[in-house]
């Protein structure tokens, strides 16, 4: 053979070679290799973004194929990542971010009943450790945007003395989105400005915002965090959105606050201008108005070359609810129950995780592990440290093999497997108030001292107001409490009730509930304190803690 032809061969091989080293780095650009997640062994940039009363039909990466609101960024960073078919939060506001800060289970806090009040004297005990508290061990620039919702009524309690270096938001529940005011729900006729820009040293309340959307008055606020952040530390960035939650408004006056009035921009409702319907257009302009401040939250991250390292959770804290509006604005369709309920619509959250070159290519879809809300705590503490599936277990144990504290669940999202540590069960709550259980044990759930019968209400039209009611969106009263088993593998909607069928089930799952209510602290609910009027003499006008310290 010439060496014309040699050298056409050589060429040939090498160009083969360097064809194939490529396709391999591209490869491994995707992050599509199965140890993905060890060569990424930087500590991550880590974003929480949380929606307020979102429902399982108001995202379409949910898979409903009835939700006709349209959000390009969400739904892009869920075909991207995992989303989570099978992840449980708390029915209501203030349990679930109790689970977010500590990884522990509201029992175990006192905050198993209801929210804190804007006027209450409560909070999330001192004693526990914060999730921004425990990154700060490894390094961690901590940033606290948005809803707080876990008692303010000593400087102690309020987010930037729990571990965050900065926080810009509201320490109550529920606000108005243009002017930030809070009315003081049933406890008094007034209502104040709540928002504050604060650091463990300093607190200032915000008082020019008014006339400016919360939506994007917090988007703007962690751009300019983005912006400001040294990139070689490592970022917390928790995001707990006002959106969607109903505003709350002094209509007709602040003793019965309006606590659902439906609040968008009119470029963001214009946008949803194919769902006719106008309780639900208006309601998709406040999806899609979160919708675009991930839009750019993200695209900051990328300009300052931090996306390709960040791992960003999307959840809401709990279910819509659904009933309001004659049930034609929010959804929870096709499951069953609402907010406040421990029926799937209450607890099943709309959640997904995208981190770019950590999680496997075969696990990017949907995902059908079982996850709680606790699980972010160690789930973070893990991908910071850098560390293996361990450190649930350095945490205390409470109660022997009850799953009261969250479990490291990477592996099972990036990985689609559990290699140690699995989650097999999730207490949904016992609440000593209204006598009210729910406990999910591997595919059974059990109910308990069940008096809101839920319903199904169907999802909101497109096309208009629906005229006529439908019987499913009736929720049944009961006049004793009942009890239900379902399978919610087989029967997500909950509809086909195995009580009578399997007791022997109902007898052994009642025999765990009763070792978890051994170990329930007493919950906390005080009334309201008179002193916490903002609006008395000597006082700024705006929410703010009415306690010192040593009080």
């Not at 650009?29 to 500590?43: M, V």
């Not at 209801?114 to 620039?141: C, F, H, W």
């Not at 040293?201 to 915000?206: F, Q």
Request: net charge negative; proline share 8%.
């Amino acid at each position: 053979m010439g060496r014309t032809a040699l050298n056409h061969v050589s060429l040939l091989c090498l160009l083969y070679i360097a064809l194939s080293l490529c396709s391999t780095l591209a490869a491994d650009d995707r992050g599509s290799l199965k140890d993905s997640s060890a060569k990424s062994t930087k500590p991550p940039h880590i974003v929480l973004v949380v929606a307020d009363d979102l429902g399982w039909n108001d995202v379409p990466f949910t898979r409903t194929n009835s939700c006709h609101i349209q959000v390009p960024t969400l739904s892009k960073l869920a075909q991207h990542g995992v989303v989570l078919m099978n992840y449980y939060v708390q029915p209501i506001c203030t349990p679930t971010r109790n689970c977010l800060m500590t990884g522990r289970h509201p029992i175990l806090t006192g905050l198993q009943h209801g929210v804190i009040r804007d006027s209450v004297p409560n909070g999330l005990p001192l004693n526990e450790t914060t999730m921004p508290q425990m990154l700060k061990k490894y390094g961690y620039a901590t940033h606290m945007i948005g809803k707080w919702h876990l008692g303010f009524y000593k400087p102690a309690y309020t987010p930037q003395r729990r571990g965050f270096d900065t926080f810009f938001g509201y320490y109550t529940g529920n606000e108005e989105y243009w002017n930030h005011t809070s009315p003081c729900w049933n406890c008094g006729n007034y209502t104040a400005v709540d928002l504050h820009r604060a650091t463990p040293t300093s607190e200032t309340p915000v008082l020019d915002k008014a006339g400016q959307y919360s939506t994007n008055v917090f988007a703007e606020e962690a751009v300019s965090v983005i912006n400001d952040h040294n990139t070689s530390t490592p970022l917390f960035l928790y995001l707990p959105f006002e959106a969607v939650h109903g505003a709350a408004s002094c209509e007709p006056d602040c003793f019965s606050p309006a606590g659902d009035l439906l609040q968008a921009p009119d470029y963001f409702i214009s946008k949803q201008h194919h769902i006719k319907n106008p309780y639900r257009r208006t309601y998709a302009g406040m999806v899609g108005a979160l919708d675009s401040a991930v839009h750019n939250i993200t695209k900051a991250l990328t300009a300052r070359r931090m996306w390709e390292n960040t791992v960003l959770v999307f959840t809401t804290d709990n279910g819509a609810p659904a009933s309001h509006f004659d049930g034609q604005a929010m959804s929870n369709w096709p499951l069953r129950g609402t907010k406040g309920t421990l029926w799937e619509g209450g607890v099943r959250g709309a959640a997904f995780v995208t981190a770019p070159h950590r999680i496997d290519e075969d696990s990017i879809g949907l995902n059908t592990q079982m996850i709680h809300v606790t699980d972010w705590y160690p789930t973070f503490e893990r991908l910071a440290s850098g560390g293996s599936q361990h450190q649930a277990e350095e945490r205390p144990v409470v109660g022997d093999d009850l799953q009261l504290s969250g479990v490291d669940a990477w592996d099972a999202i990036a990985h689609n497997s559990w290699p140690r540590i699995q989650r097999v069960e999730i207490l949904h709550n016992i609440d000593p108030v209204t006598g009210e259980v729910a406990f999910r044990q591997g595919h059974l759930k059990l109910l308990t001292g069940i008096k809101n019968g839920g319903s199904w209400y169907p999802p909101p039209s497109p096309h208009g107001l629906s005229t006529q009611e439908s019987e499913e969106s009736i929720a049944e009263q009961f006049d004793e409490p009942q009890t239900f088993l379902f399978n919610v593998t087989a029967d997500p909607e909950e509809r086909n009730n195995l009580a009578d069928q399997m007791p022997y089930k109902v007898q052994y799952m009642m025999g765990v509930l009763d070792k978890y209510k051994a170990l329930a602290v007493p919950c906390r609910y005080p009334d309201p304190d008179k002193n916490a009027n903002p609006t008395l003499p000597g006082r700024s006008g705006v929410w703010e803690p009415w306690m010192p310290d040593d009080g």
